[in-house]
């Protein structure tokens, strides 16, 4: 049996960052950790045939949903109007979806991560807050958006529990911020496994799926070694499912 195959999601950017040019892409820190946990990683481009998608995830043993870090601002909040996560990118959306429901399909290990993990959750049937969640009144100072601070950089405390940590070996642990919007409720036979202080849900889990986890911070920059237990989990699960 050869090494684990890790699928990972990719970002469509439509010629904003190089004017005229379209771009695929990932944060390299993903693939890194994939890499550091024994799997190969391979990146998932975005494809406008759904026949292509399916055909791709027959050459993968896990999937992580990857985050979106170019255009948080741009695609999340417009002209102060909320937009849905398919609104944002509904290439990138329809793609994700086919890898997604795909992967829970067949029963592949998935990790979420941040865009990522919204995206499993709504489309497993959970709901969203669409609007800038640092508007709720009982945010409580929480901040979930660290701009231009260091990715690595911690700015907000979780409590854990269940399969996130198992994985950690921690009940608490100080996480990064990315993002404006967030999962208000999880989906049908889901349970919350982390939350930050403000009771904003951080991470959410499958009960009926060998490991399907979602993460609303983003590890794969994280410094303490711990983190890295998830995609040691997402690549020891992989082995199983094969």
């Not at 995830?57 to 996560?85: F, M, T």
């Not at 911020?177 to 930050?196: C, D, Y």
């Not at 237990?229 to 199983?240: D, I, M, Q």
Request: one cysteine or more; glycine letters at 10%; a neutral charge.
């Amino acid at each position: 049996m050869g090494a684990v195959r890790v699928g990972i999601t990719t970002g469509w950017e439509q010629g904003n960052v190089v004017p005229g040019w379209s771009l695929v892409y990932t944060v390299k820190a993903c693939v890194d950790a994939v890499e550091r946990a024994g799997g190969i990683p391979l990146l998932l481009p975005v494809v406008n045939d759904p026949e292509i998608r399916q055909k791709i995830l027959e050459n993968i043993d896990a999937l992580i949903a990857a985050g979106e870090v170019l255009s948080v601002k741009r695609n999340v909040l417009e002209g102060n109007r909320a937009k849905d996560l398919e609104s944002q990118n509904p290439l990138r959306f329809a793609n994700e979806r086919d890898y997604l429901l795909g992967a829970l399909e067949r029963n592949i290990p998935i990790l979420g991560i941040c865009r990522g993990h919204q995206v499993l959750s709504v489309l497993c049937g959970g709901t969203m807050y669409l609007d800038d969640i640092h508007q709720r009144p009982e945010n409580s100072g929480v901040v979930h958006q660290q701009g231009s601070r260091p990715p690595g950089e911690t700015i907000h405390r979780i409590e854990m529990d269940g399969i996130l940590a198992r994985l950690t070996g921690k009940k608490e642990a100080m996480v990064n911020s990315f993002h404006r919007q967030a999962v208000k409720e999880p989906p049908p036979g889901f349970t919350v496994v982390a939350r930050a202080p403000d009771g904003i849900i951080e991470a959410i889990a499958s009960l009926k799926h060998d490991f399907v986890l979602g993460v609303q911070f983003h590890p794969e920059v994280l410094q303490e070694p711990f983190w890295l237990e998830l995609f040691k989990g997402l690549v020891n699960a992989s082995a199983r499912y094969r």
